[in-house]
């Protein structure tokens, strides 16, 4: 089977069943998407499926057909850079295991609604779980990046 | 420091073949151990010799003048790569932006403080090198004058250091440019080390080191290593310790696309090993692995439940007694008795369990977040049959631990060593979510029962206090050592030792056996007993109609750091003169816990039968705070993290099976429930005290106090889910 991924397509041997998340980390070693809860609830698996944030963990390989995956290591735009200078200026990373995920709905996010409202961010990132408790900086940076990119 | 030699820690190239000497993070360290450094744990441990340390262990200078740090604590979040970084950055005088932080591969040099180990915990990082680091780039600093001094032919006094850089008459030299010369010299005894005022790094609200490498997925955590030829595995035991396996399928595994192996490799562990996680995970759950009958098999937390309750009647050990309390409670017109429960708790760091070995036979190489790398690296070598020398621990990032990963009994490494011990080529141990949950090491279901006496005004008469929860240092090395006469002060702490004035006041410990693997949970003891304080408190000052704030100072006097905390959080919220919005009710509640003290008041509404939190504030005094922006961060994790464990989180057991698995059962804070916290410190220039800790035990009280204004009722069954539903 072969995949498009970041910009590439790429042949892979996983079985179809398995989960977009293993075919990115164990088989293509792109380590920035997470394994958290494997059952699509805490959102560190996220990656974009035509642009759209999907949980890789629960999203079988064999659905993607000709669909294109973007990971955290295909992200390289000025949204996405906007987002990362406002996690680091707003010292929001701590153990940062779910950043990354975080980081891939909040592209989406500011991709659609170019000035989101704290309900708007609300609802947009009620699917990921920080165990370290980042939320109020998260919400912080989004409306950095935000208004850094108006 | 002290004249034997055998104690000095000196590096020179004539001493290098014969020094310890290390890789770290792609770099070679070289440096002297003295054999006095290695020490077993502090409780055992004579006291603690004068040590000089390598600076060049701690500190790697290029010659570009590029400086990498290595920090000998686990960075799991809670900001040590920068924060450690800065303690030495201060007194080395060098450019803060071109220094990078790597973790510290298992040596003496790198042992805590006062543990004699190398560990991360009890919130005690920077209270416990606060000293040293600064001494360390101190050292360094005083190192690289002289040997600029020698090569200019001029005395050490004649030379400054400036942000990376040496100068005199004769010019300039970047540090990279004396490095070599600077590390074969001496180490000066006595560096002079900075007063407060002149601190340029410490106290300045610097950028986490991490957070970029965070935010673009190229930082690399345990569950992200990968070495050549390795196989990942699951691991299928019995649900809590004990059981027996009766029979699996091993053909049903095997039949899995991607799976490589299957190996028994106790009696009580079988591992599937593949080509992925997933195809581990589902050949693991293929075995279909049915486990023989054995005395947990009927093991139910409500019957403990039922059972703690019981043996608080009888008498337990006595862990304080002041005054008289069992007569002066007789002796009280009003009694009345309180009863608190306190579930299991899972800890749930982000990133599952899991742990990389290479082991050929002879050597091991280990890769996770080793939160006691010295620990798992002896455990590990025991498993193996290796001596520790030959056991190399490599400490990735760890995502999250609150606990969980200075793991007591090293029990995934353990896991994880005992599979490569029969497997023998490199794998990834890898624990689901669910296996996670499952594996134990659970915060102490614990109840407490108090006696409260009120004299003829409602004042306090009397107090009497019984404490029945499972150990947290128990069943292990650790309790050998820290549990004393059966008082095990991790159970106790935080009603014991109370900075309130109590005339009368009476704690009893009763530590029943636990057929269930229990460990320190975030803030320890401190979780259940600050709750049970703090709402007492709260009641006893409502009896007596006296305000929160007032009561607790009355009782506070001659505690400057308590009195100074209330003081600034009654200015921060307005205390008296403003009130909460229709609704909604402020609670409050302080709590000193790994020798910081918090104060924090919850503006709390209840919505869909559960407290919700819209805003705290929080006054800390913690000493000298070495980073403030990093350090408000530990607060407003901590808070977070405390909300989640008392909302509806418990772990429960029924007929020998751990109720719990996935988030969806042990639902956790979210953006959208999570409070807006403002954080404010109480400025001081002492040695800095915890942080990562103290944060969670004031929360849950202040949470509860609020409720009580709300609706009249004390929550006293944990989590709330359940404590609203009592009537």
Not at chain 2, 20 to 37: D, E, H, K, Q
Not at chain 2, 177 to 196: F, G, H, Q
Not at chain 2, 442 to 463: C, E, F, S
Request: charged share 20%; hydrophobic share 40%.
């Amino acid at each position: 089977m072969n995949i498009k991924i970041n910009g590439k397509i790429v042949p892979i041997t996983s079985s179809g069943d398995t989960p977009l998340l293993w075919v990115i980390r164990d088989e293509l070693n792109l380590t920035g998407t997470k394994f958290g809860c494997g059952q699509a609830q805490c959102g560190a698996c996220t990656v974009h499926i035509e642009g759209s944030p999907t949980r890789s963990c629960s999203y079988p390989v064999k659905f993607l057909g000709t669909k294109e995956v973007t990971t955290i290591e295909g992200m390289d735009d000025k949204i996405t850079h906007a987002i990362q200078k406002a996690w680091v200026d707003n010292q929001v990373p701590q153990c940062g295991y779910c950043q990354i995920g975080n980081v891939m709905t909040v592209k989406a996010l500011l991709e659609d609604t170019k000035k989101p409202t704290d309900k708007d961010i609300d609802n947009a990132m009620g699917g990921h779980i920080c165990r370290c408790g980042t939320y109020q900086r998260i919400k912080a940076a989004i409306h950095q990046a935000a208004s850094s990119l108006a | 420091m002290t004249k034997d030699n055998s104690e000095k820690t000196i590096v020179s190239r004539r001493d290098f073949m014969a020094s310890s000497a290390v890789a770290v993070g792609g770099l070679f360290v070289a440096f002297n151990i003295s054999p006095t450094m290695n020490r077993l744990m502090a409780a055992e441990a004579p006291a603690a010799p004068k040590m000089v340390y390598a600076p060049n262990a701690f500190i790697h200078i290029a010659p570009d003048n590029s400086i990498t740090m290595v920090i000998n604590k686990l960075e799991m979040g809670q900001g040590v790569n920068t924060s450690m970084a800065q303690l030495i950055a201060e007194e080395l005088e060098c450019d803060w932006t071109t220094i990078k932080s790597v973790s510290a591969p298992v040596n003496a040099v790198y042992n805590h403080t006062q543990y004699g180990t190398q560990m991360t915990g009890g919130s005690s990082a920077l209270n416990s090198s606060w000293d040293q680091h600064r001494k360390i780039g101190a050292g360094m600093r005083e190192m690289l004058k002289s040997a600029a001094a020698a090569k200019w032919g001029i005395p050490v006094a004649e030379v400054r250091a400036e942000n990376g850089y040496v100068y005199s008459a004769k010019g300039k030299l970047s540090y990279g440019e004396v490095a070599d010369d600077a590390n074969k010299l001496p180490l000066p005894e006595n560096p002079p080390l900075k007063n407060a005022k002149d601190f340029k790094i410490i106290g300045k609200n610097l950028k986490r080191i991490d957070a970029l490498e965070k935010a673009n997925g190229k930082a690399i955590y345990g569950m992200d290593v990968r070495i050549p030829g390795m196989v990942y595995a699951c691991v299928a035991r019995s649900n809590i310790d004990g059981g027996e396996i009766a029979s699996y399928d091993e053909k049903a595994a095997r039949a899995v696309s991607g799976v490589v192996d299957v190996v028994k490799f106790s009696d009580n562990k079988i591992a599937v090993l593949a080509k992925n996680t997933y195809a581990a995970k589902t050949g693991r759950d293929a075995l279909n692995v049915k486990f023989k009958s054995n005395a947990n098999d009927n093991a139910s937390t409500e019957q403990w439940m039922k059972d703690f309750k019981e043996l608080a009647n009888k008498d337990g050990i006595v862990a304080e007694d002041k005054g008289s309390a069992k007569a002066e409670y007789n002796n009280s017109k009003t009694k009345f008795t309180a009863e608190y429960e306190f579930p299991f708790l899972a800890h749930s760091a982000m990133e599952p369990l899991n742990c990389t070995v290479d082991y050929n036979g002879k050597t091991a190489e280990l890769w996770s977040g080793h939160q006691m790398p010295t620990v798992d690296r002896d455990t590990a070598a025991k498993v193996l049959g290796l001596k520790p020398e030959n056991v190399n621990v490599h400490t990735t990032y760890a995502g999250g631990s609150f606990g969980r990963r200075a793991s007591k009994n090293s029990d995934y490494v353990v896991q994880a060593c005992e599979l490569a011990k029969v497997y023998k080529k490199p794998l990834k141990m890898v624990m689901t979510r669910e296996d996670d949950t499952h594996a134990g090491y659970y915060r102490p279901m614990t109840y407490h029962k108090v006696n409260i006496g009120l004299d003829d005004k409602n004042h306090l008469q009397a107090w009497d206090h019984h404490i029945v929860g499972y150990t947290v240092m128990g069943q292990s090395f650790f309790g050998d050592l820290m549990i004393k006469g059966g008082l095990e002060s991790a159970v106790t702490e935080g009603v014991t030792e109370s900075p309130y004035t109590f005339k009368n006041f009476r704690v009893e410990q009763t530590i029943p056996k636990s057929s269930v693997k229990t460990l320190w949970y975030r803030s320890v003891g401190h979780t259940h007993t600050a709750y049970v304080m703090e709402t007492m408190i709260d009641e006893l000052a409502h009896k007596s109609k006296t305000d929160p704030f007032t009561y607790r100072q009355n009782l506070l006097a001659g505690k400057p750091r308590q009195l100074a905390v209330l003081a600034q959080l009654k200015k921060m919220t307005g205390w008296g003169t403003k009130k909460a919005p229709h609704g909604r009710a402020w609670g409050l509640a302080i709590h000193q816990a790994f020798n910081s003290v918090i104060g924090q008041v919850a503006e709390v509404s209840i919505i869909d039968g559960l407290p919700h939190v819209h805003q705290v504030w929080c006054v800390a005094h913690c000493g000298q705070v070495v980073n403030p922006d990093v350090a408000k961060t530990q607060l407003e994790g901590g808070i977070v993290f405390g909300i989640t464990s008392v909302l509806q989180q418990e772990i429960t057991i029924k007929d020998g099976l751990v109720q719990q698995g996935n988030f969806k059962e042990m639902p956790v804070v979210r953006m959208y429930n999570a409070p807006v916290v403002h954080v404010e410190f109480v400025p001081s220039t002492d040695t800095p005290t915890g942080l990562g800790e103290p944060g969670v035990p004031p929360i849950a009280p202040a949470i509860a106090n609020a409720v009580f204004q709300l609706t009249q009722k004390r929550l006293r069954v944990l989590p709330f889910s359940k404590g609203m539903k009592v009537v």
